[in-house]
């Protein structure tokens, strides 16, 4: 079931129950414990909507440090970015919010990825050419998907781009932490 169907059938549940308690509390009074049974029902809808919805978040967390605060911040950033893309792709905010969280995120990347290559070439990183291929590869995937994107498009790459986040940071650029924490 689509994030929006599950939307849109909790909002209607929770309407029925809204209804259900305002009509119970009239007619049968505060003292009746149906009424207060639906807004029961209505606080333990709300806090599992929360639930769900925290748990697809995505987010930063301290095993993704590569020990260099600069690199660090520009992750953290990079998922902010991610997940408010995410969000917009798979809650269907539309595609003007979807196109512009797209684009903050590719720019920021490209920011993150032109600082990351200064340094790489500063300190004469050895395992710079590689490391610069990761990340022409991630840009051209981002442009063929940008190609064809719809909203099919937008959450299938907002996943690569997670999973291809968390690999690169837990390898390549730990790697490239390492490195430089040695200079």
């Not at 969000?87 to 590719?106: D, P, S």
């Not at 064809?148 to 932490?177: C, F, V």
Request: charge should be negative; charged fraction near 25%.
């Amino acid at each position: 079931m689509s994030p929006k169907l599950q939307s849109t059938l909790l909002a209607l549940s929770m309407l029925v129950l809204v209804t259900f308690a305002v009509i119970g509390f009239v007619l049968m009074g505060f003292a009746h414990p149906l009424p207060w049974f639906s807004v029961i029902l209505i606080v333990a809808c709300a806090y599992l909507q929360q639930r769900v919805t925290e748990s697809k978040r995505i987010r930063w967390d301290d095993s993704l440090s590569v020990g260099i605060a600069e690199i660090d911040n520009d992750h953290k950033r990079l998922f902010e970015l991610l997940d408010a893309f995410y969000t917009a792709a798979v809650y269907q905010k539309g595609e003007a919010f979807e196109q512009a969280a797209l684009k903050e995120l590719v720019d920021y990347t490209n920011e993150h990825f032109a600082r990351e290559e200064k340094e790489m070439d500063a300190h004469e990183y050895p395992d710079s050419v590689e490391h610069k291929r990761q990340h022409q590869e991630m840009r051209d995937k981002v442009a063929e998907v940008a190609v064809n994107y719809g909203s099919s498009s937008a959450e299938e790459l907002a996943i690569y781009l997670r999973d291809w986040l968390n690999n690169h940071i837990k390898k390549t650029d730990a790697d490239l932490g390492q490195f430089l924490n040695q200079r």
